[in-house]
């Protein structure tokens, strides 16, 4: 089976996913079907043999008959967000002349004389509006079609109450016109005051704003990708018939003899076939310390060669390597992840023929009671108008906005609306252990001497190593150069890859590395206590290195990747939240558990491939929503793959572009607050839409005329206009009160950080 990503055109919200997903299974099966809103994306499941211009003919028709459009993705064209953040401004700026023009006068503004006129007042609304819905136009055109269909979206009720605002205005247009040639002012005047343009604008220009805040993230996957990829060489040096020469790594077939010196990237996927080094495997495993690799072992491309020299034979080279591996993995992640469903989208399908359908009824009502048709239209319009989804459009984007920008005052960079909303129902929280729990770079932790003092032995260790260039060999010397101690002369360096170094200094030899080392160079007292303290220190899951000098061992270093002051703190507010944490690392057992324990965390998983963090993510997805704190890219498909990706500020720009959440201050107590955050923010968006959903409920009666029999009382278009605008204040004035919502933070540590959620 393999599968086929195309791009689709006119998808909006979760209901549009859905039409799509239908449309795509009468030709294929529904199980074979996914539909990406962040992407944009069908993404189908075939067999090998398919033939692919069959199936997108078959696709194409399917889908155009349900009002949308694929293109094979290299077809697809750049996303025009430049055109639509233009039209954005131009519908702001002319909203808000039009509110100023409509409504200014009311509130006290200076407005020019001339808009005394009714008919001049009229027609500058009109006129001001009129370029808003040409902007704004793919509202209606799309919309109106779905309508077509029975099957109706978000943008349908945006459609259908701006419509109808601007229906009722041009109908009063109409009349403030006859009445004006005509000389009867008491029509002119009533009619004067039934003019909804702004409504009609503003209801556009505001859902705009909405959609083009939550769309921003979309095309990040596609930058991460191109990061990925350039990490691969351009050139590589190949032996080919005894000759070493210089090829394009595209040339590179399988089978190829590639040579590697240090500093060298490996270019291909392969075996040692000769030679022993160093390699830097950070970039698939995230963590810093080289591992050494000898003839017959196996090198993954991308990784660095620090130090030594290899001749590798390629096994798989260009788009088969651990790298595109890695890549396919993100766009799969990207593609696959579900759109969120909001509770307006789910509504709209029921909502829209409901309030069409009262609208109609309402009118007829009005006939059969003997009332006249301007009363029939006025009540149906009134109903329109009133049941105009402003306050239900705003009740998220406003409350993500709001949101959103608590955050960055926190440091904390939350990507897409999607993020935030997801937050709040985290149930696994799954952390890298290099450079998210711990710092990232080793450190000298512990020195131990034996019959001397910390200093000699750190002093002779300093005299071998700052002749190496490996990272535990940095470690040392920082820490001689932090406690200010000068380094004794030192010649003849000598290595012994993977095991330890040996120079000449003045007072006789001295060895620097594992116990094994020394004692094959004859240090017969490696035994006893000395290797007590290596077993107690790589219990601890630190790095032992001993010194030796002369012929007696002098002492014990271990060096460490030291953990975070305040990730243990995180790993406990995220447990009283009750969410799980799980550490996933590349390192190896005994130093994943060490940590593990250091933090409070039951459960980790230890020595994984970028491959297998991102399957135990998908895995556990599959119980409850997933959260997924990393900073390297060897983390970028789990980032991808969880349903909210978490990177700490310092990691690598692949990992910040995959992630929904940047965290700028490297610190996981700041994933914590982003929780809670986006619990307040998703409990300010519920109240947003029970008030917004309650407004509907009661105002579309008393518009419909509920209370004419029993209290005379008949509510009018202008009366309905001000009672939608001020749902949208209420909306909008609680959405605010998030600026000023305690959450917690590392400054600010409620007694109670949350009610702990039931499992």
Known sequence: MKKIRYSVEGMSCASCVAHVERAAGRVLGRENVTVSLLTNTLTVTVPDDAREDKLFGSLSRAIKAAGYSIKRIDEAGPPETKTGQRGLYWSAALTALLMYVSM?????L?????????LIFAAVQLALTVPVLIINFHFFRDSFAALARLAPNMDSLIALGSGAALVFGLYAVIVIAYGSATG??????THSHDLYFESAAAILTLVTLGKTLEGRAKDRAAGAVRKLAGMMPERALVERDGVEVTVPVSDIAVGDIVIVREGDTIPVDGRIVSGSGSVNESALTGESLPVEKGEGERVSAVTVLVGGYLKIEAERVGRETSLYRIIGLLEEAAASRAPIARLADKVSAVFVPVVIGIAAVTAAGWLLAGAGAGQALRSAVSVLVISCPCALGLATPIAIMVGTGRGAELGILIKSAEALEKLH?????FTDKTGTLTEGRPEVTDIIPFGTTEEEVLRWAYAAEALSSHPLAGAICREAENRIIERPDAGDYQAARGKGISVNTVLGRVYVGKPGYLAENGLADIGGEVAARVEELESKGKTAVCVALGNKTIGVIGIADR???DSAEAVSELKARGIKTIMLTGDNERTAAAIAGMCGIEEYYAGLMPEDKERI????????????????????PALAAADVGIAVGAGTEVAIDCADVVLSENSLCDAVTAISLSSATMRNIRENLFWAFIYNTICIPVAAGALYPAFGISLSPMIAAASMSFSSLCV????????RMKIYTRKNKPAKPGRKRRK
């Open 104 to 108: 200014g006068s009311m509130i006290g």
């Open 110 to 118: 200076p407005v020019p004389e001339v808009f005394e006129q009714p």
């Open 184 to 189: 009867d002012h008491e029509l002119v005047h």
């Open 425 to 429: 129902s985290v149930k696994y929280f």
């Open 563 to 565: 953990l975070r002051d």
């Open 617 to 636: 993510i998908r895995e556990r997805s599959k119980l409850g929503i997933t959260a997924m704190a990393g900073d390297g890219i060897n983390d970028s």
């Open 732 to 739: 909008v004035l609680n959405s605010l009160r998030l600026r």
